[in-house]
């Protein structure tokens, strides 16, 4: 019993500043990592590559989950845990994203990954703002969750009624022409440059016309991530943190699947039920007079994705001989 009590109740040993701090000087040392380590070169990264960083990924936040656990608890724990399942299960949408901007831009292979390491950069500073203001509009409008609630069970309902081969060519999308219409691009790849300056004129390459579209679907997707993990919790930092441990592992997760994310024909299913249940769970203590706890949250979620990730593959698994 003592035992138990030491593994799950909280022991406060650091101060929220110093928890903070931690969790920032990780971040960093993953990034140099990422940059100056594994990926010092423009080259197209190897499938063991790219799967020994996701692993790695995978692993820091599981680590990153166990101090949380020992610091607040398990039941923050279990939140953090479930937050990351849920953003990284959300990811793999943008990896299909990432793929269709790349082709229609034109970005080589060995140049996808200084795109995707400066939109993670930009990602992580665009979640802080905007689950700064999620947070701001809870403490002072505690109805705001109703509304986070009524868009996940929306989004929700619309994966699953949304038939396959809708969409359409990514060039004719909104945000492909607008951002065609504020910048002066040069029709060619530049080798690693984002900026040019030919003819006494300044041009932007595909690589930055790429990471600007890029950046703009990423605050698209954080409308519904976002709402997605205030509803799991409301403690800012297990918001922050797992969302950003999510996104660390995006570009390694990009390149060890962006051939083959096309056969997880059933994920959006599993992705459709977690957001629908998500977005019902705070009605349940008013409705069925018992609380869902971060365990099970946790669970539901899990058994969900792996669910939808199995199916895929069983129902595709022959599509690979034809």
């Known amino acids: 019993m003592h035992i138990g009590n030491f593994l799950t109740a909280p022991h406060y040993v650091l101060s929220p ?89 034109g970005v080589p292979r060995e140049y996808q990954h200084r795109v995707l390491f400066w939109g993670i950069l930009g990602a992580i500073v665009m979640r802080a703002l905007l689950i700064g203001v999620g947070d701001v509009l809870i403490v002072n409008f505690h109805w705001v969750l109703y ?24 060039k004719d999308s ?66 922050y943190t797992s969302n950003i441990f999510a996104i660390l592992g995006l570009r390694a997760l990009y390149f060890l699947l962006e051939a083959i994310v096309y056969k997880f024909k059933y994920l959006k299913y599993a992705l459709s039920l977690i957001l629908i249940f998500i977005g019902l769970k705070i009605f349940v203590p008013m409705l069925l007079e018992f609380e869902i706890t971060p365990l099970q949250s946790l669970a539901v979620t899990f058994s969900l994705l792996s669910g939808g990730i199995l199916l895929s593959i069983y129902k595709t698994r022959n599509e690979s001989v034809k």
């Open 147 to 170: 509304v986070f609630s009524g868009i996940l069970v929306y989004t929700g309902v619309k994966m699953v009624l949304a038939k396959d081969g809708e969409e359409t060519d990514f």
């Open 174 to 239: 909104k945000i492909y022409q607008m951002v065609g219409r504020f910048f002066h691009v040069t029709p060619e790849i530049r080798g690693a440059h984002f900026f040019v300056c030919e003819n006494g004129r300044h041009y932007i390459t595909p690589l930055f016309f790429a990471l600007v579209i890029i950046e703009l679907m990423d605050v698209v997707f954080a409308l519904d991530s976002i709402p997605a993990i205030f509803l799991i919790t409301q403690d800012v930092f297990v918001v």
């Open 17 to 105: 500043w110093a928890m903070w701090s931690i969790f920032g000087a990780v971040v960093l040392a993953l990034l140099f990592f990422d940059l100056f380590v594994f990926n010092r070169k423009n080259e197209v990264p190897s499938f063991v590559h790219t799967l020994v960083l996701c692993l790695l990924y995978v692993a820091a936040a599981g680590i990153f989950g166990v101090f949380v656990i020992y610091e607040e608890g398990l039941d923050k724990g279990m939140d953090f845990y479930t937050g990351f399942l849920v953003e990284k299960s959300l990811s793999l949408d943008n990896i299909f994203i990432m793929s269709l901007v790349f082709q229609a831009v």
